[in-house]
C-alpha cells in the first residue's frame, strides 16, 4: 500500500513538473564471440523486462526506462569502453556481467559515483560495503555459492561430510579459483577431503582431468566452468559414468547450454541458483502481452524461461526495484546515479513484493545495508530433467556459511581497503 | 603390475586417441600449406562453419533468418522438415566446395605472387569473416549434433582389461571412431595424391607453380580443389569435436591445439600431422599425469608447446618437413 502511495505521489510529482529525461540502464551485453550463446539469453531477459515496464505501466515511477546495449564480446578492454561511452548518458547502475570488466571498473564506477552490480560474479568481498560504497553483489555471491553446495551435500548426508571426498573441476582462471580457499576452509570444518583439478581455457579437451576423477572416485564433483567447458565436462562425466546426481555446478555452469549437448547423459545434473527457473509466473503473461506478441521483445523471443534469460529478467527486476526504491528515498523520479546507489543500499527484497511483482518465489528474500553490499547470501539447487528438458528448483533458498565466508570478506576487503587507503564508511 | 603403471598404460591410450583429434585439425592446415605455401589461420573457423552448417541442414534451418527477418519482418526460423545425417554431410561438402570457390575467386587469386605473410593476414582476415557470417546464417546459439557417432565409455575394453590388470580402462567409443575415420581419411588422401591425375597435379603445384603452369595445370581449379579438401577436412573435424561438446564458437579454438602438432610433425606432411598429434596427445596426457599433480595441473596447453619447440630445436623443418636449403 505505502509503495503504491508512493508511485502515485511520484506519478503526480512528474505530471506536474518539467518533462523528464529517460531513466538509463546500460546493459553490457556479449551478443557475438565465443560466449553469445550465455549472452544474448541475459541481454534479451534484461531489456524485455524494462520493456514490460515502459509498455505496462509506463516507466519506473512514470518515467521510461531506456536500456543502452554496448556490445562488449565478453572482452575486458571492450567492456571498460562500453562503460566510457555510456557513463555520460545518465547511466544509473552498471552490470558488467564479466568478472574481469568488474575489476576494471571498480575503481572507476567509485570514482565516477555510478553503483554496480555484479550479480553472482565480479569480485566476492565487494558484498563489504564499509570498503566497496559504489560496488553491490547481492543476492548471492562464488563464495556463498561454494558453501551452498557445502551445505546441500552436508543435509544429503545427515550433517557429517567427514572422510567423503569432494573433487572441483573449475576453469583455470581467476573465476575459476574464486572458491576454491571458501572450500578449503570448510574441509577444515567439515572433515572432507578436497581434490582440485584445473581445466585451461577454453576447456575443449578434458580427458585426463576426468580420467583422474575416473580413478580417485571422489563422492561428489563441483564445477566452476563456463562455456565450452561446461559441455565437455558434463560428456564427460556421462562418459565415465560418473553419477550425475552428485555432479552440481555454480550458477554459471547450470544453463539448457550445458546440459543439452549430452543429451539423456545428463540427467539428474544439478546446479546451484540465486533464482527461480521456469516461465510458471503471473509476470510472464504479461511479458507475453506486452513484449512478445506486441513484437517489442529484444531477440527472437526463443530464449524466454531459460535460465539465462530468467537471470537477466531477475537482474532489471532488482535494477528497477532499486530506482523506486531510490525515487521513494530522493522523493524526485528523475533519479540520478548517487539516488540510485542510495536505493540500492537499501533495498529489501521481500516475498510479498516479489508476489506483488507477478514473480512469486522468484529469488531469494534479502535486505541490503550499508555494511553488507550481498544481501542475505541464500542459495538454491536446480536439477536437469533430461527427458522433458527442464530445470527444477529442487530445494528452498538457504543460508550459506557465514561465519567462514564473513572472516574471509573481512580479510580480502581489509586487504583492498589497505592497498587503496580506503577509509571504512558506514559509521 | 604396479597401479600407477596401469594408470599410465590407460592415460598413453586415451593419448593416443586426443592425439588423433588434434591430427584431424592439424591435416586441414597441412593440406594447404602444402598445395599453396599459405598457412591457413581460418582452418579452425572451417571446421566451426562446416559443423554449423551441417546441424542447420540436418536441422532444416533457414539461413540468414535473422536478417530476413529483420529485414521483410515475420518470424521464420526452420523449413519444417529434418534432412538425414548422410545426405547432410553431402549437402554440407557441397557448401564447403561452394565457400572454396569464393575463397578462390574472391581472395586467393588476386594475391598470386604475393609474400607468404600475406596471404596468412589474408586467412586472418577470412578467419573473422567466416565465423561473422557463420553467426550470422545460423545464429550463435550452442546447437547439439548427433550424426550417430556412439558415445561413452567402451564396455568391450573395460572388462577386458578389467580381467587382465583388475581395471577397467576407459576409452571413448567417439574417439575410438575417430581414429578409424582419421585412418581411413589419410589413406584416402594419399592414395587421391598418389594415384589419381588431379593428386598428381596437386603435388605438381606443391612442387614447383612456374613448371605446374608450364605443363598447363590450371592453379586455380588446383587451389580450389584443395581448399574443398581442406574444408572436407574441416568437417571432419567438426564433427568429431562438435558432438564431444556441441557445435558453438569456442569450436574455432581447437586450432590451438594444431599449432604445436603442425610444428613437430611439419607443415607439409601428411603422415607428420599424424605422428606429431600422437606425440603431442601422449606426450601431453603423460606429462599431465606423472608432473600435473605436483604444480597444480593444467599443463597440458603450455606442455604441448614446450615438447613442440624441443623436437624444433633439432630438427626446425618438423619430423616429416621438407628440409629447406636455399644456395646463395
Redesign the interface.
Known amino acids: 500500500m505505502k509503495m503504491k502511495l508512493a508511485t502515485v505521489a511520484l506519478s503526480a510529482l512528474m505530471a506536474a513538473g518539467p518533462a523528464m529525461a529517460d531513466l538509463v540502464f546500460p546493459s553490457l551485453s556479449y ?7 550465455g549472452g ?1 539469453p541475459f541481454a534479451d531477459g534484461y531489456a524485455d523486462y524494462f520493456t514490460l515496464l515502459n509498455e505496462r505501466d509506463g516507466g519506473i515511477g512514470g518515467v521510461p526506462a531506456k536500456v543502452i546495449e554496448c556490445e562488449t564480446g565478453y572482452n575486458t578492454e571492450k567492456g571498460v569502453e562500453c562503460y566510457e561511452s555510456t557513463k555520460g548518458e545518465g547511466a544509473l547502475v552498471y552490470q558488467p556481467l564479466s568478472t574481469g570488466i568488474t575489476y576494471q571498473l571498480i575503481p572507476k564506477v567509485t570514482a565516477d559515483g555510478i553503483p554496480m552490480h555484479t550479480m553472482g560474479y565480479g569480485r566476492t568481498s565487494a558484498k563489504n560495503g564499509k570498503v566497496f560504497s559504489h560496488v553491490f553483489n547481492y543476492p548471492a555471491n562464488y563464495w556463498d555459492g561454494a558453501s551452498g553446495a557445502i551445505n546441500y551435500l552436508l543435509e544429503e548426508n545427515g550433517g557429517d561430510l567427514s572422510g567423503k571426498k569432494i573433487a572441483l573441476v573449475y576453469h ?1 582462471s581467476a573465476y575459476g579459483k574464486e572458491p576454491i580457499r571458501t572450500l578449503e576452509e570448510l574441509s577444515k570444518k567439515h572433515g572432507y577431503e578436497l581434490i ?5 581455457h ?1 576447456g ?2 578434458q ?3 576426468w ?2 576423477i ?2 580417485d572416485k571422489p563422492d561428489y564433483v563441483l564445477m566452476w566452468g563456463w ?2 567447458m561446461n ?2 565436462a558434463i ?1 564427460e562425466a ?4 560418473f553419477p550425475m546426481e552428485n555432479f552440481i555446478g555454480i550458477w554459471w555452469s547450470g544453463s539448457e ?1 550445458d546440459v ?2 549430452a ?1 539423456d ?1 545428463a540427467n539428474g545434473y544439478k546446479a546451484l541458483t540465486f533464482h527461480n527457473v521456469g516461465s510458471d509466473y503471473p509476470l510472464y503473461d504479461d511479458l507475453k502481452k506486452y513484449v512478445l506478441d506486441a513484437g517489442k521483445a529484444a531477440g ?1 523471443g ?1 530464449q524466454v524461461g531459460t535460465v539465462l534469460y530468467n537471470r537477466g529478467l531477475y537482474a532489471a527486476m532488482l535494477a528497477a526495484e532499486a530506482a523506486k526504491k531510490a525515487q521513494e528515498i530522493s522523493g524526485k523520479a528523475d533519479i540520478t546515479a548517487a539516488d540510485m546507489r542510495d536505493g540500492m543500499e537499501a533495498l529489501e527484497m521481500t516475498e510479498e513484493k516479489m508476489a506483488e511483482l507477478g514473480l512469486p518465489n522468484f529469488g531469494p528474500i534479502f535486505t541490503v545495508t550499508c555494511e553488507n553490499h550481498g544481501g542475505d547470501a541464500l542459495v538454491g539447487v536446480t536439477q536437469w530433467d533430461a527427458a522433458s528438458k527442464t530445470w527444477t528448483l529442487i530445494s528452498d533458498f538457504k543460508p550459506t556459511d557465514g561465519e567462514v565466508i564473513g572472516a574471509l570478506i573481512e580479510e580480502d576487503s581489509g586487504a583492498y581497503a589497505a592497498e587503496n587507503n580506503i577509509e571504512p564508511r558506514c559509521n | 603390475m604396479p597401479d600407477q603403471l596401469i594408470y599410465a598404460m590407460e592415460v598413453i591410450l586415451n593419448g593416443l586417441m586426443a592425439g588423433v583429434l588434434y591430427a584431424l585439425v592439424a591435416l586441414g592446415f597441412v593440406l594447404i600449406y602444402k598445395a599453396s605455401g599459405i598457412f591457413n589461420y581460418a582452418q579452425g573457423v572451417m571446421a566451426l562453419f562446416a559443423a554449423m552448417t551441417l546441424v542447420g541442414i540436418m536441422n532444416g534451418q533457414v539461413p540468414f533468418a535473422h536478417l530476413i527477418n529483420a529485414i521483410f519482418g515475420g518470424h521464420i526460423t526452420h523449413f519444417g522438415w529434418n534432412i538425414p545425417a548422410l545426405l547432410a554431410i553431402i549437402l554440407t561438402m557441397g557448401v564447403m566446395v561452394l565457400l572454396a570457390w569464393a575463397v578462390q575467386h574472391f581472395v586467393m587469386r588476386h594475391l598470386v605472387g604475393q609474400e607468404p605473410i600475406i596471404l596468412f593476414m589474408a586467412t586472418i582476415g577470412l578467419a573473422y569473416f567466416l565465423e561473422g557470417v557463420a553467426d550470422l546464417m545460423w545464429g550463435s546459439e550452442i546447437k547439439t549434433l548427433d550424426v550417430g557417432l556412439p558415445q561413452g565409455i567402451n564396455l568391450w575394453i573395460d572388462e577386458t582389461t578389467y580381467n587382465i590388470f583388475g581395471y577397467g580402462f576407459f576409452i571413448d567409443n567417439l574417439d575410438i571412431v575417430a581414429t578409424i575415420i582419421a585412418a581411413l581419411l589419410v589413406a584416402a588422401l594419399v592414395a587421391f595424391s598418389q594415384y589419381t591425375k588431379q593428386g598428381r597435379a596437386m603435388r605438381a603445384v606443391a612442387d614447383d607453380h612456374q613448371a605446374a603452369l608450364s605443363v598447363g595445370i590450371s592453379l586455380n581449379f588446383i587451389w580450389v580443389m584443395v581448399w574443398s579438401v581442406a574444408g572436407f577436412v574441416a568437417l571432419v573435424a567438426g564433427i568429431m569435436w562438435g558432438t564431444k561438446s556441441g557445435v558453438q564458437f569456442s569450436l574455432s579454438l581447437i586450432a590451438l591445439k594444431a599449432l604445436p602438432v603442425l610444428m613437430l610433425g611439419g607443415f607439409t606432411s601428411i603422415p607428420g600431422a599424424i605422428v606429431g598429434g600422437l606425440i603431442i596427445g601422449v606426450g601431453e596426457k603423460l606429462f599431465e599425469f606423472a608432473v600435473g599433480p605436483l604444480v597444480g595441473g593444467a599443463t597440458e596447453n603450455w606442455f604441448a608447446y614446450v615438447l613442440a619447440l624441443i623436437f624444433l630445436v633439432f630438427r626446425p623443418q618438423g619430423l616429416f618437413g621438407e628440409k629447406i636449403i636455399e644456395r646463395v
Open positions: 551478443r557475438t564471440g565465443p560466449y553469445a550463446a544474448i583455470n582440485t583439478l584445473p581445466v585451461d577454453p575443449q579437451e580427458k585426463s582431468q580420467l583422474q575416473r580413478r562455456g565450452v559441455q565437455v560428456q556421462a562418459n565415465i559414468r547450454n543439452l549437448p543429451g547423459g527472437a526463443d
